[in-house]
């Protein structure tokens, strides 16, 4: 079974640029999940998808971050412009179910941003 | 609000050495509890979790934890510390009734001597 694929692995930019980061879950998982790690902090939840609705996007900073799931499947999460402090891991998840009593979320690499 | 305290951004065991993880929690409902490691450049892997069923969980490669209410902790343990377990270690709360943001610690990092 293939896990989560995101792309590209590293990107460096420089602040007020524009940058954009891909996921796709594994084949079947209808909740997709975008996470934010600083250095030396745990991830932050940033968007949660139910297939192609949002179920949560209380800690997305709307004025510059945007996300959308257009067909349910793979993702793409947008940063524009982005500010020094975006430099961060960006974590995509997958998993099955909604409740996490009855789930695991499958986790990719992840994407490296340093903002410049 | 919940919230994760991971107590020791390092910890050092030689291996063979029992390994203890520290995390502490609030919650102002019954939590769900997890524990992830992260080994470099790679994402995040759950090793257990705590959903309200037993006290004691057990997970993989070896890990178990223990949720105590009354201490509000959930430390992970592993009796012998093995070279291939140096990683990040990451505690999260979830909170129940319906709200399943995790909230995660700032992460432990594992360092093992041969």
């Known amino acids: 079974e293939a896990g989560v694929a995101q792309s590209p692995r590293y990107k460096i930019i420089e602040k007020r640029q524009s940058v954009a980061f891909w996921c796709n879950p594994i084949s079947g998982h209808a909740t997709l999940y975008w996470y934010q790690q600083i250095l030396g902090q745990g991830p932050k939840l940033l968007i949660q998808f139910q297939n192609n609705g949002v179920v949560d996007d209380s800690q997305l900073p709307k004025d510059r971050f945007s996300a959308e799931r257009l067909k349910g499947v793979d993702s793409t999460l947008k940063i524009q412009p982005a500010k020094l402090e975006d430099s961060a891991v960006y974590l995509c998840?997958?998993?099955?179910?909604?409740?996490?009593?009855?789930?695991?979320?499958?986790f990719g690499p992840g994407t490296r941003l340093l903002v410049l | 609000a919940q919230s994760v305290t991971q107590l020791g951004s390092h910890v050092s065991v030689s291996e063979g050495a029992l390994v203890l993880l520290r995390c502490n929690y609030s919650s102002s409902v019954p939590p769900y509890l997890f524990w992830y490691v992260q080994y470099p450049n790679q994402g995040l892997q759950l090793l257990l979790k705590?959903?309200?069923?037993?006290?004691l969980v057990k997970g993989i490669n070896g890990f178990e934890a223990e949720f105590k209410k009354s201490e509000t902790s959930f430390h992970l343990t592993k009796p012998s510390a093995h070279m291939s377990d140096a990683a990040e270690y990451f505690c999260?709360?979830?909170?129940?009734?319906?709200?399943?943001?995790?909230?995660f610690g700032r992460g432990t990092s594992l360092i093992v001597h041969p």
């Open positions: 999260a709360v979830s909170p129940g009734g319906g709200s399943y943001i995790p909230t």
């Open positions: 705590y959903t309200s069923a037993a006290t």
């Open positions: 998840a997958s998993s099955s179910r909604l409740s996490p009593t009855d789930y695991t979320q499958y």
